[in-house]
């Protein structure tokens, strides 16, 4: 049996680390700027889902255009190349112009077209570097780097935005920088398939969407309406956090922002062995069980109110999640094969984009109407929703190694 390479799932977890970087700075800090600025809950929601509405186009066309690159560096690193820059120069920007909407808005919006460029080529090395037995375990092995560079953005961001409101955007792009270029210099890709013809079409989100739905029995669209559902429940809570904690339990933004290092924290713990787990017992049901306990935390959050039981809640949450987060993509791409790992890459975060841009925006209408305690009821309801579009998958029969 072939020795599973841990070596080399670490040093790609470098790049997760860079993406993680910014992402939970991104969601945490930035809300209460846009806040500040007097815009409403639905507004600030709308804002939020500009990267995921550039992700529902940008990143399939990029991860499907990545598989037909062909450069000396490789057909992924030309992506990560043009992106990481161009990101990390937009993010560093939004804490010096936050006090003038259009400039904090331009500045949003060129962080999310850097990020939506080397995404989805970082992410499609998954597929590239490991056999498909080895890719839940490889995705655990990823998503503790992922966790770690969530970790250190939630609690060293909150420290330093108490220091200074730029430090955490300007250390967490240097830090994303750094990785990215240390995951160029490590990373050997693979030798790619023939190219395809010149004349070929480059194939679209709905021809992928079509591919996904072939099968018989449709698991392929109840899957990605799962994925999608657990996103818009996820996604909405992750934006309103800091909000929620400020307006409903009286705390500053940098400590709100600090009590999700409890989630990030356990999902790290469990990355591993959620990959573990689903080697042995199966993608399906170990994603089940952990569809089930969010559930349970969701409608427990919107009981609870004393900060040290929400933080030893999200502390459980981030086992739940971790079952979910690491074997969903895996089972995406045993619906492909390897030529198109790429456009299965992004069709996956096609559909996650597209709940990201339905979460917030449903959550911050919802936050208008009532008051943000609703985000745990909300977030409730869609997670519930997951659950029903995962029972319904039928798991295809794994590939040969």
């Not at 993010?91 to 990020?115: C, S």
């Not at 713990?269 to 689903?278: E, K, N, Q, T």
């Not at 089972?331 to 559909?351: C, K, P, Q």
Request: net charge positive; proline share 6%.
């Amino acid at each position: 049996m072939t020795r599973f390479p841990y070596g080399k799932t670490f040093l790609l977890g470098f790049g997760f680390f860079g993406i993680s970087i910014i992402w939970p700075l991104f969601n945490s800090l930035i809300p209460p700027m846009l806040e500040d600025l007097g815009l409403t809950a639905l507004v600030v929601g709308f804002i939020l889902t500009w990267d995921n509405i550039i992700n529902m186009f940008v990143q399939p066309w990029v991860g499907s255009r990545s598989d037909r690159t062909r450069t000396r560096f490789g057909r992924r690193k030309p992506w990560l190349m043009v992106g990481a820059p161009l990101a990390a120069f937009f993010f560093i920007l939004v804490p010096f112009v936050r006090e003038n909407f259009v400039l904090i808005g331009l500045a949003i919006l060129g962080t999310n077209i850097g990020m939506a460029l080397f995404r989805s080529p970082t992410i499609a090395y998954l597929g590239d570097l490991f056999r498909p037995e080895e890719r839940s375990k490889a995705n655990g092995v990823i998503n503790l780097m992922g966790g770690l560079g969530s970790a250190a953005a939630l609690f060293g961001g909150g420290a330093l935005y108490k220091i200074g409101v730029p430090l955490p955007f300007i250390v967490g792009a240097g830090v994303m920088l750094a990785v990215i270029a240390l995951l160029l210099l490590i990373i050997r890709e693979p030798e790619p398939p023939a190219a395809p013809a010149a004349s070929q079409a480059e194939p679209g989100v709905l021809e992928n969407l079509r591919q996904v739905a072939a099968g018989p029995e449709k698991s392929g669209l109840w899957l990605l309406g799962a994925i999608f559902f657990w996103f818009v429940g996820w996604n909405a809570m992750e934006a309103f956090f800091t909000l929620y904690t400020r307006n409903v339990l009286g705390m500053e933004v940098g400590r709100g922002t600090q009590m999700l290092t409890a989630f990030a924290a356990t999902f790290i713990l469990f990355s591993i062995p959620s990959g573990l787990i689903a080697t042995r017992a199966g993608r399906r049901p170990t994603i089940l069980v952990g569809i089930a306990g969010m559930l349970v935390g969701l409608i427990a959050g919107f009981i609870l109110r004393q900060p040290t039981q929400l933080l030893i809640l999200l502390a459980l949450m981030g086992v739940f999640w971790s079952l979910i987060n690491i074997n969903s993509l895996p089972m995406v791409y045993d619906l492909g094969g390897g030529e198109r790992i790429g456009a299965f890459t992004g069709l996956y975060y096609f559909s996650s984009s597209a709940a990201a841009i339905t979460g917030p925006i449903l959550a911050g209408q919802l936050i208008d109407l009532t008051d943000h305690a609703a985000i745990w009821a909300f977030s409730a309801l869609f997670m519930a929703l997951a659950g029903v579009c995962m029972w319904m998958v039928r798991p295809r029969p794994a590939p040969a190694a």
